[in-house]
């Protein structure tokens, strides 16, 4: 019998996803103490809303923010709509609200 183990020399963090399709969601501020109480340092957001992105402000969480599915193929294939959705979803929350995505 062969035992295989793994060992972790260093944890960078605790994440957590963040999706917005749901039927009674809570308020973005309410979820962000949520994950602040929880010692959640990183979250992955499904995209880029703005609220959420709001209320991450300054919080030190770090954030990844994906492109929603249904988007995909108008961003791979249009550069301009890339930079427009990056400008809107990404720079607009790291210039002004100081939200930490990576």
Do not use: R
Not at 22 to 30: C, D, E, K, M, S
Not at 32 to 41: F, P
Not at 62 to 90: R, T
């Amino acid at each position: 019998m062969v035992l295989g183990f793994m060992v972790l020399e260093k944890v960078y963090g605790i994440g957590a996803n963040w999706g917005t399709q749901a039927t009674h969601l809570l308020p973005p501020n309410i979820v962000v103490k949520l994950l602040k109480d929880n010692g959640i340092q990183k979250v992955k957001l499904f995209d880029g809303d703005s609220e959420i992105l709001k209320a991450l402000s300054g919080t030190g969480i770090e954030v990844m923010v994906g492109i929603p599915n249904e988007m995909l193929w108008s961003l791979a294939n249009s550069l301009g709509a890339a930079e427009k959705w990056v400008e809107k979803n990404i720079s607009l929350h790291v210039s002004s609200n100081s939200v930490d995505i990576k």
